[in-house]
């Protein structure tokens, strides 16, 4: 199977696209990591999986969270929760746009 690696360009490309700033040693140090896991992932592909059967479950363990339930005592109110907001408008959150920010 031929070798996958990630460039350091791929690497700056998706930190800039997650708005992660990442300085030139991560970048590097994110590269060689990425390049280890797409090798890892590419071994585990040359596995023979036919005759094997898919495993969903490996705990024998059922139901063990708790009931999805609300509780109305520890439920704030819309104006309790916008409180401490430095900005609101129409009873919600005002935080700074960053989808429309230009990368270079």
Do not use: C, W
Request: charge should be positive; proline fraction near 4%; avoid cysteine.
């Amino acid at each position: 199977m031929a070798k996958t690696t990630i460039s350091p360009h791929q690497v700056k490309h998706v930190a800039q696209l997650a708005n992660i700033p990442i300085s030139k040693k991560e970048e590097q140090e994110l590269t060689q990591a990425f390049t280890e896991t797409l090798a890892v992932v590419n071994q585990l592909k040359s596995l023979k999986t036919k005759n094997v059967q898919p495993t969903h479950q490996v705990t024998g363990l059922e139901n063990i969270l708790r009931a999805d339930k609300v509780d109305q005592e520890k439920m704030f109110t819309q104006e309790q929760a916008l409180a401490n907001a430095s900005q609101t408008h129409q009873g919600y959150f005002v935080v700074p746009r960053i989808i429309e920010k230009q990368h270079a």
